[in-house]
């Protein structure tokens, strides 16, 4: 998966940064679990919402840590991620350690709070978005976040991407 870099974020919040997640999406290659995969999870109450987007908010412990995620697609990732750390894939993973202030913006969208920080075996990291719809508010994020931000890694878990992901992990009973 090639991380989105300032260099090649176009600055336009419209076409620019539509195609900017295009190209990602042909680059994205996950990794899947052998067909023994086994995940231990526990999903705690789900809120649903009367939401077209499918909403459900819920704690979930995994991997010793109690998160609570605003999202199935979030769910799904973390449990995704659980495994990449089970299988020495990656080191670890976060799930909202840190918010990103930008300090010269006065009024509007001031934070960004990416979903994941996965750490790689060789102690790097990436931001991990999972990000079904794109928002203004969320373009607007995004770009300050590469702007503000040039040295950090940002990977976009768009539908397409995350569609991908759910017809590969599926089949291993712990995806939603």
Same mark, same amino acid.
């Given at each position: 998966m090639k991380p989105i870099t300032i260099d090649n974020l176009p600055f336009s919040k419209s076409k /620019?940064?539509?195609?900017?997640?295009?190209? #990602?999406?042909? /680059?994205?290659?996950?990794?899947? @679990? @052998?067909? #023994?995969?086994?995940?231990?999870?526990?999903?705690? @109450?789900v809120e649903k919402k009367n939401n077209p987007h499918d909403t459900e908010k819920s704690w979930l412990v995994i991997g010793g840590k109690r998160i609570y995620v605003r999202s199935k697609w979030e769910r799904n990732v973390a449990k995704y991620l659980q495994w990449l750390k089970e299988s020495k894939n990656i080191k670890d993973w976060h799930y909202e350690p840190k918010r990103f202030m930008f300090d010269a913006i006065k009024r509007?969208?001031?934070?960004?709070? @990416?979903?994941?920080?996965?750490?790689?075996?060789?102690?790097?990291?990436k931001w991990w978005e999972v990000k079904g719809r794109l928002t203004a508010g969320g373009k607007t994020k995004i770009v300050r976040f590469m702007k503000y931000y040039p040295k950090e890694k940002l990977v976009i878990i768009d539908e397409e991407a995350y569609r991908r992901l759910a017809r590969d992990c599926r089949k291993f009973g712990w995806w939603e």
């Open positions: /620019q940064l539509a195609g900017m997640i295009e190209r #990602n999406k042909t /680059q994205t290659r996950f990794k899947l @679990p @052998p067909a #023994n995969a086994k995940i231990e999870y526990d999903v705690g @109450p509007g969208n001031n934070s960004y709070l @990416p979903d994941f920080k996965v750490i790689e075996n060789d102690g790097s990291h």
